[in-house]
């Protein structure tokens, strides 16, 4: 059902839920809180402790007038307290919530306790009367979007509950006793307004078994479709002459992943394959032996990459180890205009290409390949399962490599790409000197600075990372600021560039381009240089605020420079030195293993902080983690294989609702079908 019919809703709320990806009531129900505020246990107003979220139980004594400020704001204070000290309620531009407040009346006030021992202070508390605490005593909190508070979501989920019919039970009677999973009503019932954390742990069972079990059975859907048709079959390929053509020697991981690769190139079924490696181990190389043993064949190649900047490196690379051995290649972006796509349009057309790099352009309904047989996404988790299906449908089902320099634990990867085999590329080429890593705090950035015109003096470049655009919290340097205010002046006399997210493709390819041609010194930047960017000059990289990244991605970072040979040096500021921090910080400091680190911080750093919002390239899940939940995982894993072994394409009627679970997590993706 539309969530506009909902009572309470109408167009107005309904554009609102939608910037939450909320549009019906099934996945209004869906939205699951992020957290609860506890109103269980509240504290006497001298008890509380300061500077940390908590419930304070206090009496309502006066209300003050308002107050104007400069600036237009608003400001209105509540006097409260109980025996044991006063507490002063201050409301910012919020006229509403002290009128609600009744003099005498005693409430559950939700926030941070500021001010001193006798005389405490709470900011726009949000407020509970006892009744209510006592009947909800855990609120749920969501994610919001402006317009939309916690507190409207949660009536709009007690109204669908009340208004939806019996809620279906997709999963089986059997899964349900043999893993003591509540039902689905039940479920969703507790996970919104739950008495306690038995009934948050109840739910959280129940529907991350029920995600993750729809993500393999949907994987594995995949998997059977492509098993079930032909792809490109080719026949055996010496490698030789392309080893031979190139100005170094393969390492033995690039020769056995390339191997892996060929094997699946001759085979009935289109290969669906991750190639996996840590920063700098060669993957692209391995990408081009496809290319070359697929050009022998008579079929042509594509390559989709994120960015324009890691396409047109793609198309530089690759050119140069494949133009020796007669393959013909372009480079197709959203860049490129006019004539010169007409002519270049025309080329893969005809098969004259043969191989097409570029970025999700190469998607577009006006490329049409003569006779496509190898493709190829880098960097996986940035396309999802559907882009990979729209590259397969450009061709008979074509071979597909993905690759992904984000290195994760092999065990979880086998388990999060049900519907690829892994290669691994776990040895990185001869002459990579292992970047030096310090981790500093602000107080030595002068010093810092010093070192980086010293490197810049000998004619090296660096890379100076911040995590924004714009500035948010207080405490992280945007990246805007920070090239102003920072890194401008203290490089006085050098030749400093921005690059960030926003800026238009063109513009960052031009800056990337002045960069890579030396007319740059330095360059200020996002996590956009994060994948890929290669400038062999380039030996230091400075991160800052580097306790807001997982090591994987700081290690992603560091791999940016060290490329060309030579000392490389990658500097950690972070001026939050807690024992956590000083850990996760030391650990990559003492080594450039990165599945080692992956491992680490998978093991330290906690739930979904290792894979992000990402998701690689998988489905967006609401609620199982992929690292924390690793064991539920397995145990899903092992049931949709059981399930798909006893009904193929789950079209058994008692399926019908898994098959339904499946399809909707991908986002009724027909490849399912």
């Known amino acids: 059902m539309d969530v506009r019919y909902l009572k309470g809703v109408g167009e ?10 909320i549009r019906t009531v099934e996945e209004l129900l869906g939205f699951y ?3 609860y505020n506890d109103y269980s246990k509240p504290y006497a107003v001298a008890a509380a402790p300061f500077d940390v979220k908590c419930v304070v139980r206090a009496e309502v004594y006066e209300k003050g007038g308002m107050a104007r400020l400069p ?9 409260a307290g109980d025996d044991t000290a006063s507490l002063t309620l201050t409301y910012f531009n919020n006229p509403y919530a002290p009128k609600k407040l009744e003099i005498g009346r005693t409430y559950l006030f939700f926030g941070k306790v500021g001010g001193v021992l006798a005389a405490r202070e709470m900011v726009n508390p949000e407020m509970l009367t006892e009744a209510a605490a006592a009947a909800t005593p855990l609120v749920p909190v969501y994610p919001l979007t402006e317009g939309v508070s916690s507190a409207y979501l949660a009536k709009c989920m007690r109204t669908a509950l009340a208004a939806a019919p019996v809620i279906d039970e997709p999963l089986p009677e059997a899964l349900l006793q043999k893993y003591r999973l509540c039902g689905k009503a039940e479920a969703l019932q507790k996970i919104h307004f739950p008495q306690d954390a038995g009934d948050i742990h109840a739910a959280r069972r ?9 993500l393999q059975l949907g994987l594995l859907l995949l998997r059977g479709r492509e098993a079930a048709r032909t792809g490109a079959p080719m026949r055996p390929v010496s490698l030789e002459p392309f080893w031979a053509a190139l100005p170094f020697a393969p390492t033995n991981a690039q020769r056995r992943a390339a191997g892996e690769l060929l094997g699946d190139l001759t085979k009935k079924t289109p290969m669906n394959r991750l190639l996996q490696g840590d920063v700098g181990s060669g993957k692209t190389l391995v990408a081009a032996a496809g290319v070359y043993a697929a050009a022998q064949n008579g079929y042509q190649s594509v390559l989709m990459a994120p960015t324009e900047i890691l396409a047109a ?5 690759l050119e140069r180890l494949l133009a020796p051995l007669g393959v013909r290649t372009a480079l197709l972006t959203g860049s490129v205009k006019g004539r010169a796509k007409k002519e270049l349009l025309r080329a893969v057309e005809s098969g004259e290409a043969q191989l097409v790099i570029g970025t999700h352009a190469v998607l577009g309904e006006g490329v049409r390949f003569a006779r496509l047989g190898f493709a190829v996404t ?4 940035r396309f999802g399962v559907r882009q990979r299906g729209q590259l397969a449908a450009k061709a008979d089902h074509p071979h597909l490599l993905v690759m992904s320099a984000t290195p994760i634990p092999r065990t979880l990867g086998l388990l999060m790409f049900g519907d690829l085999d892994i290669s691994v590329l776990d ?15 602000g107080k030595k950035r002068a010093d810092l600075y010093g070192f980086l015109r010293r490197q810049i003096a000998a004619g090296r470049q660096a890379y100076l990372v911040c995590p924004v655009i714009d500035e948010g919290e207080s405490d992280m340097l945007a990246v805007t600021t920070y090239y102003s205010d920072v890194a401008q002046p203290l490089l006085a006399g050098c030749r400093v560039g921005l690059m960030h997210g926003r800026l238009k493709a063109a513009e960052k390819a031009a800056v990337m381009d002045d960069f890579k041609a030396g007319r740059l010194d330095a360059l200020v930047s996002t996590t956009v240089i994060e994948v890929g960017v290669d400038v062999p000059n380039a030996s230091c990289i400075v991160i800052e605020n580097a306790e807001r990244y997982g090591l994987s991605a700081l290690h992603q970072l560091r791999g940016r420079v060290g490329r060309g040979g030579g000392e490389a040096y990658c500097v950690l500021v972070s001026d939050h030195v807690t ?13 450039n293993d990165g599945f080692a680190i992956a491992k680490f911080d998978l093991e330290t750093r906690g739930p979904g902080d290792f894979f992000g919002s990402r998701q690689h390239g998988l489905p967006t899940l609401r609620i199982a983690d992929l690292a924390a939940d690793s064991r539920v995982l397995y145990a899903a894993q092992q049931e949709a294989l059981a399930l798909i072994r006893d009904d193929p394409a789950l079209r058994a009627p008692e399926h019908a609702g898994l098959r339904e679970l499946a399809e909707g997590l991908f986002d009724g993706e027909t490849a399912l079908n």
Request: glycine share 6%; with cysteine; proline share 6%.
């Open 206 to 214: 129940r529907l991350i078994f029920e995600e993750l079990l729809a």
């Open 313 to 317: 490196q793609h198309a530089e690379t």
């Open 427 to 441: 040895e990185l080429p001869p002459g990579r000197t292992p970047v030096k890593t310090y981790a500093v705090t």
């Open 33 to 35: 809180p992020r957290d």
């Open 12 to 21: 107005k709320r309904a554009a609102q839920l939608a910037r939450l990806g």
């Open 579 to 591: 024992d956590a921090v000083k850990k996760r910080l030391s650990f990559l400091c003492h080594t």
């Open 378 to 381: 880098d960097e996986q988790h």
């Open 71 to 79: 600036g237009g704001r608003q400001m209105l204070r509540v006097a």
